[in-house]
């Protein structure tokens, strides 16, 4: 991975405008969480994408006060609670004003991993941010982040790829019923980090 004054911030003109590219396009990008504590580092390595129209969505009804950041332009925060027990981890991915998000499921720890292992416990380091909740935790995800510019060097932002990313796998999205048979999450294919079972991660691309 390229020393921490090296990873360079994804800008904006970066980011595809349209939720299924960027949810492909930020396999292998880097996303970097920084805390009083120090900064922990990963490398996306599964994202689903909810795009215009999709009634899964939290932006299928319009927008709220809760989903706002859904709203703005890409490369934004959304942060939302589920279940009563996890955080979860979203980019929007639309022009301003036309809902659509990027969730994060997976990363590959390639930084501060002390740090996330103080956060989680004793778990494998492949465990530490495989699934969106476990990847929250040990990011340190926080409402505070909603909405925060993920484009430029803050609590929390997207960065260039240390490396290419291996082949890119498609499949359905995992734990939705409405429009569960759409071919929208994307992850590294062979990579350990990834969440789901065995099903979830045969490609279909």
């Known amino acids: 991975m390229p020393g921490r004054d090296e990873v360079r911030p994804l800008s904006r003109a970066e980011l595809p405008v349209d939720t ?11 996303l970097v969480r920084g805390t009083p504590e120090g900064r922990t580092t990963g490398r996306i390595v599964e994202t689903e994408a909810y795009p215009p129209g999709d009634a899964s969505g939290h932006h299928f009804r319009g927008e709220t006060a809760a989903n706002r950041s859904m709203f703005l332009e890409p490369g934004r ?9 996890h955080f979860m981890l979203n980019v929007s991915s639309e022009p301003a004003r036309t809902g659509g998000g990027v ?10 991993i002390d740090l996330m292992r103080a956060r989680r416990g004793p778990v494998r380091e492949r465990d ?18 909603n909405g925060v510019d993920m484009c430029e060097e803050g ?10 990313a291996g082949e890119i796998g498609v499949s359905v999205r995992i734990g939705i ?5 759409q071919l929208r999450r994307y992850f590294e294919r062979g990579n350990p980090c990834v969440s789901g079972s065995t099903a979830h991660n045969r490609s279909d691309n």
């Not at 609590?155 to 290419?164: G, H, V």
């Not at 019923?177 to 048979?181: F, L, Q």
């Open 77 to 85: 925060a959304y942060v939302y609670f589920i279940y009563g027990v």
């Open 20 to 30: 299924m590219e960027m949810a492909r396009f930020l396999i292998g990008k880097l």
């Open 155 to 164: 609590p929390i932002w997207l960065a260039e790829a240390p490396r290419p």
């Open 128 to 145: 530490l941010t495989r699934g969106p909740g476990r990847l929250a935790q040990a990011m340190a995800v926080v409402p505070e982040l």
């Open 177 to 181: 019923t409405k429009e569960a048979h």
């Open 103 to 112: 969730l994060l499921r997976a990363l590959e720890p390639v930084g501060g």
